[in-house]
Structures are given as structure tokens and as C-alpha cells.
């Protein structure tokens, strides 16, 4: 464990990880605008998912939904849509996912929240409600997609620099997602653009109470 915050205490002591877990997801792992040319199967994707899902949700709505870009032409599509910064590591990247979230979760409760089904007119009537808890615990579960990426040996490069209206339309159309994340994935190639950026300290970014 190399970064600073591994000084800060005796971090292993403190965790039920081994240390080449903590490195690999939290430590050592950096966000990617290259990759190795390793191509990722639709095995390693099911197996991120699976990780994915377990997220917590507020009544398991899981309103997460993914979008794998693989083929050429799906991902000049997505690219057009994309930021000048971020055209060409989506255009290069081995697999990019698009996150959405679905803000007719509800329609899923008898499934996902059995105990809860009974509520599925009161969330049908309440549009604002639904898209609020629907972003909301769809970027919960995308923190999980990216750590579950890391644990299938990927690099992420998570981005929310693009046209969500036009990559809605281009996607998304006639369903109730909405586009608010675009993940790129790939194997390693252990190229740094930079040094790791300053973490804030713990006593700067928390109070005990």
C-alpha cells in the first residue's frame, strides 16, 4: 500500500481485506483514459454485474440499468454524443458501458420488494418522487459498478462529460431511462497520466457529533 492514506494508520489492521484487495480496489486503482487491447468477454461483464446488484437501494428499486457498447458501429453513435475531451478514449476503449437510471422501477416491486408492492400506485402517481429515487440509488449502484469492475481485474474511467439528451434519443428512445453516466472499460496497460491527485484528510472531511 503506497498512498499516503496507508500511513495515516495502520490501515490493514483495520480492514478484513487482504492487501492485495485493498490495492487493487481502492489503493492503487486509478481512474483510466488508457487500456491494454485485451478484449473483455461477455463472461467478465455478467460477472461485474453480478457484483453490481448486490448494491444497497432503498426498497431494492434498483433502478440501475447498463447499456454495453460494443459494436463499432454502436460506438460512433455514442461517441457523437460525446465531449471533445471524450471522444477518443470512448472511441479506443475495449468496452464502454452506458448507465442509466429507469424511473419506472416501480412497475418491477412485486419482484424486487414484495413486501412492499402494495405501494406501487402511490410511487405510479408521483413522477417527481420516482425520478428523484431513481437517480439517486442508480449512482449508488454506479460507485458499486465501478469497484465491481476493479475486482474483475478492469480499469474504469467513469465520465459525465457528454449530451445526455442526445445519447437518450440515440438509446434510450421510447423507454423511461435517462442517461447519467458513461463508464469506459478496459485490462491495465500500467500507463499514469499524472501522479495521484491529494485526498482530503480525514479531519478536513469529517466531524464526529
Known amino acids: ?9 495502520n490501515l490493514q489492521d483495520e480492514l478484513i481485506l487482504g492487501t492485495d484487495a485493498a ?4 489503493l492503487e486503482a486509478r481512474t483510466a483514459n488508457s487500456w491494454a487491447e485485451d478484449e473483455i468477454s461477455d463472461e467478465t461483464l455478467q460477472a461485474v454485474y453480478a457484483l453490481t ?4 437501494t432503498a426498497m431494492n428499486i434498483q433502478p440501475l440499468r447498463v447499456s454495453w457498447i460494443r459494436s463499432a458501429e454502436a460506438r460512433e453513435r455514442l461517441v457523437a454524443h460525446m465531449a471533445d475531451g471524450n471522444k477518443a478514449k470512448t472511441l479506443t476503449a475495449p468496452m464502454v458501458a452506458v448507465l442509466s437510471y429507469d424511473t419506472d422501477w416501480h412497475e418491477l416491486m412485486p419482484t424486487t420488494a414484495p413486501h412492499a408492492a402494495g405501494m406501487v400506485p402511490t410511487f405510479a402517481a408521483n413522477d417527481a418522487l420516482r425520478q428523484g429515487m431513481a437517480a439517486n440509488n442508480a449512482h449508488i449502484q454506479a460507485g458499486f459498478f465501478i469497484m465491481a469492475a476493479r475486482a474483475a481485474g478492469l480499469a474504469a474511467g467513469p465520465m459525465g462529460g457528454f449530451d445526455a439528451a442526445g445519447i437518450d434519443a440515440e438509446f434510450n428512445e421510447g423507454t423511461t431511462r435517462h442517461a447519467f453516466m458513461v463508464v469506459n472499460l478496459g485490462k491495465p496497460n500500467g500507463i499514469v497520466d499524472r501522479e495521484r491527485l491529494h485526498r482530503l484528510d480525514f479531519d478536513l472531511a469529517t466531524e464526529t457529533i
Open 1 to 9: 500500500m503506497s498512498v499516503d492514506i496507508a500511513s495515516e494508520i
Open 23 to 26: 490495492d487493487a480496489l481502492f
Open 53 to 56: 446488484k448486490m448494491a444497497p
